[in-house]
């Protein structure tokens, strides 16, 4: 085995895609997928990958810090993509205290696991995977860049925030060699539908009310789950020492523009009447702290790593549509809870 990466969170929506492409582009490489699941984990997402003999999966939370030991000591990791964490603000809003304990005190236990395994930094990388709100929110003007000071709003972005600061920590101390990616808002299948893409292509085909907080102005810029991993693996084995890169698809949104233009796409693809499916729009309170605008240079993952995303909205989107008509199972089975289902099966 060349390299024995551990990925924490893979069952979860991006880790799915980054696990992915990891196991099946590096045959030579073992891959542990380290996942507590959560409500946001499901191992149905990563199903094509059991039997793969480079593929593996250790359930352990990573706020267990003798299990964290044991999986490097079992997989000899020599290193981490850490994903796993808390992800969703409204959750954040009412119980921060959750996010603390796996985004803050669960990433310091696994720095503490990878620096006490290592011994020696060298050779060894720990590639944190973070989000572009740590930088705070844009007015109208202007792009988050890597040297833009972290301004969290959110309890769920200070988490991100804070864990970062960790990650730097433990570089600028032990001299652990890191990475960290700040990346825009991801959509694509396996995305859990309580965020707002796959939730409004939810409540559509159900006929459901589609909630639009506030005024529904917020902006996000929006970047397909595919094009992220492929950014990940660039950065992983390309990036420089230490180094910061934002990702993102300069591809901003109101929000009340994706919701109409998703009424509009699943008006087409399901055959009603155009103009139906708008009537679902609902605008409801907003969210509390409600940051109005982000926004990703990502000039730097561009011009040193020549990354850039490999669709277009239009294609992404049209993807992401079909996946979620085509799988219904699949959104059945994470909103009932019945995922644990496969894992008990496949798992024991
Ligand atoms: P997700 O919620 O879909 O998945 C998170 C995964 O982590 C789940 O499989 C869950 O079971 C696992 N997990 C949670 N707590 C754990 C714990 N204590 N121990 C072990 N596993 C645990 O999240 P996502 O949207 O795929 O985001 C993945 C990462 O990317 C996160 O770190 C997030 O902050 C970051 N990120 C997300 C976005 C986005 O738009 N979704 C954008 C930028 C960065
Ligand atoms: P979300 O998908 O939760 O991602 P994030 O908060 O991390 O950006 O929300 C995207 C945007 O959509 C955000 O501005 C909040 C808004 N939103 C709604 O208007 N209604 C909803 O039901 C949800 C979940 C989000």
Redesign the pocket.
């Known amino acids: 085995m060349k390299k024995s990466i551990l990925i924490?969170?893979?069952?979860?929506?991006?880790?799915s895609h980054v696990v992915r492409l990891f196991v099946n582009k590096y045959p030579d490489y073992r891959i542990i997928n380290?996942?507590?699941?959560?409500y946001?984990?499901?191992l149905e997402n990563l199903s094509d990958l059991e039997g793969k003999g480079n593929y593996h999966f250790s359930k352990?939370?990573?706020?267990d810090e003798v299990a964290l030991k044991k999986v490097f000591n079992d997989y000899q990791v020599t290193d981490v993509i850490h994903?796993?964490?808390?992800?969703?603000v409204d959750r954040s809003i009412t119980d921060p205290l959750a996010f603390v304990k796996?985004n803050v005190l669960?990433t310091v236990n696994l720095l503490n696991a990878a620096r006490e395994y290592w011994q020696v930094p060298e050779g060894h990388l720990f590639y944190q995977?973070?989000?572009?709100e740590v930088y705070g929110s844009l007015d109208d003007g202007g792009y988050f860049v890597e040297s833009t000071p972290y301004d969290p709003k959110s309890p769920y972005s200070a988490s991100?925030a804070s864990s970062d600061h960790f990650v730097r920590a433990y570089a600028n101390t032990y001299g652990l060699r890191t990475l960290i990616s700040n990346?825009?808002?991801?959509y694509g299948p396996n995305?859990?539908p309580e965020?707002l893409i796959p939730l409004c292509i939810h409540n559509i085909k159900n006929n459901k009310p589609l909630p639009v907080y506030g005024k529904g102005e917020n902006v996000r810029d929006w970047l397909f789950v595919e094009d992220h991993a492929v950014a990940i693996d660039l950065v992983f084995h390309k990036g420089q020492i230490n180094q910061t890169y934002n990702i993102g698809g300069f591809n901003e949104w109101q929000n009340i523009a994706i919701v109409k233009l998703l009424c509009k796409l699943l008006d087409q693809k399901l055959g009603r009447k155009p103009g139906s499916s708008e009537e679902l729009i609902t605008f409801v309170k907003d969210r509390a702290g409600h940051d109005l605008r982000y926004a990703i240079d990502a000039e730097k993952i561009n011009k040193e790593l020549g990354w850039k995303p490999s669709v277009t909205f239009e294609q992404g989107i049209d993807k992401t549509i079909d996946w979620y008509l085509e799988n219904e199972a699949w959104l059945e089975n994470v909103t009932s809870g019945d995922y644990q289902k496969y894992y008990q099966k496949h798992y024991g």
């Open positions: 924490t969170g893979g069952a979860g929506f991006i880790g380290l996942d507590c699941l959560t946001a984990g499901n352990v939370d990573i706020l994903l796993a964490a808390e992800s969703h796996t669960g995977i973070s989000t572009d991100k990346c825009s808002n991801n995305q859990f965020k």
